[in-house]
DNA sequence: ATTCAATCAATAACCATTCCTGATCCGAAG
DNA sequence: CTTCGGATCAGGAATGGTTATTGATTGAAT
């Protein structure tokens, strides 16, 4: 396997998926995603907006916001939710728990939790139509643990 | 078992609450907890605001978001977040699920689905020390499902 | 009754996010 | 390659829930 092939292909992906959703794929929406992928962590979109606009210091704050928001509908990235946090994004859209450091903020992925069945065991126990049912995990990362 | 006793006996157990607390309980805190009481659903601070003002029109927003506060850091009120929502506040405070229809906003508990070790699995999996982990259930609500 | 910290009412400030507007881009059709 | 119209953009204002600030008021312990 090539290596040099991957982006091509990551972009037929991509390009697939807009072309379907009627969106355009912008340079800005392009340098958005480029910018998640480039971090290790779960970004906001403020931390987005800087990295994007170091490349591209004209970019607005509003479109980074709109981008995210375009990305996410058609299903090339994802976010979550946490109290005491702006929305957290990541290029993982596959259903896995995420939990965030309540000292410090850093959100990182815990492998291996079985999340199979949840929504449909909720379904059997409510006459509601379940749409979405997410875990939100809190804790303190073990830096901070020893920082007392 | 007489009736009205029940009111004395809630009293004696805040009371007890807010004395090893150190907080003072107030009349507004009073009348806060008593508009939660009252409804049947799970009101938003400005929910709760718009009750407690009926019976004291000088009470202010933000005297209900302290007592708000107060009254969940003492272990007596829950909340709960959803996105497109306020804080969602509740007098039951034992581990149970609630959903919200993402048409009307409307919130309700979901019995019967067996929230046990949910914790301590994940913290099998992790080496963060796990404080927190809460499911946001969201979908349509019977009626909404009907009216389209 | 007095006192001092806790609480309050009123309002300003905050912050993440959304909305608005006129300018710009881009792709489909000639 | 040009034209055209709708999508998108930059910049900035607006929004909405919540928190912070401040001087006045309350209330529990002397």
Same mark, same amino acid.
């Given at each position: 396997?090539?290596?040099?092939?991957?982006?091509?292909?990551?972009?037929?992906?991509?390009?697939?998926?807009?072309?379907?959703?009627?969106?355009?794929?912008?340079?800005?929406r392009r340098a958005v995603l480029e910018a998640l992928g480039e971090t290790s962590g779960h970004p906001s979109a403020e931390d987005v907006y800087l990295?994007?606009?170091?490349?591209? *210091?004209? +970019?607005? =704050?509003?479109?980074?916001?709109?981008?995210?928001?375009?990305l996410e509908d058609i299903g090339i990235i994802s976010s979550k939710r946490w109290s005491?946090?702006?929305?957290?994004y990541d290029v993982n859209t596959k259903p896995h728990l995420d939990i965030r450091c309540i000292r410090c903020g850093e959100?990182?992925?815990? *492998?291996? +939790?079985? =999340?199979g069945g949840l929504k449909?065991?909720?379904?059997?126990s409510t006459p509601y139509e379940v749409t979405s049912a997410s875990l939100v995990v809190e804790g303190i990362c073990p830096a901070c643990q020893k920082n007392l």
């Open positions: 396997m090539n290596i040099a092939e991957m982006p091509t292909k990551i972009d037929e992906d991509i390009r697939e998926k807009f072309r379907r959703s009627g969106y355009t794929l912008t340079s800005q990295i994007v606009k170091k490349k591209n *210091p004209r +970019v607005a =704050l509003g479109t980074v916001y709109q981008a995210l928001s375009v005491e946090s702006p929305i957290r959100v990182s992925e815990i *492998p291996g +939790v079985d =999340l449909s065991r909720i379904q059997g």
